[in-house]
């Protein structure tokens, strides 16, 4: 199946006067399962394009299909509810709530999504012993290392079991040894649950790891 089509899309960023195209005709289909680097330079529209597969912004032209659905029609509300319950997202800055723990953390899309505390226990120990964090249930952010953050917020994308995620260059604040531990998680976590990954990067080690690498230059694909 398709989880991802991208057709024809086009984005200008409007700012006054000036108009920047950040993306000129992407056309892109990303199958079920699949674990996709997206490559570029600074500025070639990786993000833009994460953002507008996300949900979290609209093309200028062309349309997006999640699920082989059009995203283009959906409401406010409707593309919060897809967001929450078929989207999972993990930042370059790890972007964890400071005041709440890591368990709290990862429970926060449960609770989103109305899970009972109950099933929330069972599933937010399940997938923080399964990223190597059993031990770190009660520790706050900045009690752990930018690798161990980064962990968090994995399981955070991943506690409501989604069938996309979406990461921005999850590993540009880690040192090359935990980028590389991270991008093996992400991989395992790909295989063993089947959910799909499609993520940003420039670090040419990461881009080797991936199944498949589409290459963005001036915002097309090249
Ligand atoms: N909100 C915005 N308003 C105006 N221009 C923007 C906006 N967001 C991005 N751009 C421009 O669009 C282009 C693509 O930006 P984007 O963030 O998608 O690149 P990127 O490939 O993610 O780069 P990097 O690797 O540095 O993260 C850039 O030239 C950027 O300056
Ligand atoms: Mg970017």
Redesign the pocket.
Known sequence: MEIVRVNKVKKV?Q?GELS?T?LCGVDLVVRTGEFLALA????????????LIGCLDHPTTGEIFLEEESIANLSPDQLADLRKKKLGFIFQSFNLIPVLTAFENVEYPLIINKVKPAERRKRVSKILSEVGLGDKLTNFPHQLSGGQQQRVSIARALVHQPALVLA??PTANLDSQTGQEIVSLMQQLNQDQGVSFIF?T?DQRIIERAARVVN?VD?KIA
């Open positions: 960023y700012m920047f950040a570029g330079p600074s500025g070639s529209g990786k993000t833009t394009l994460l953002n921005d260059e940003a420039h963005l915002g």
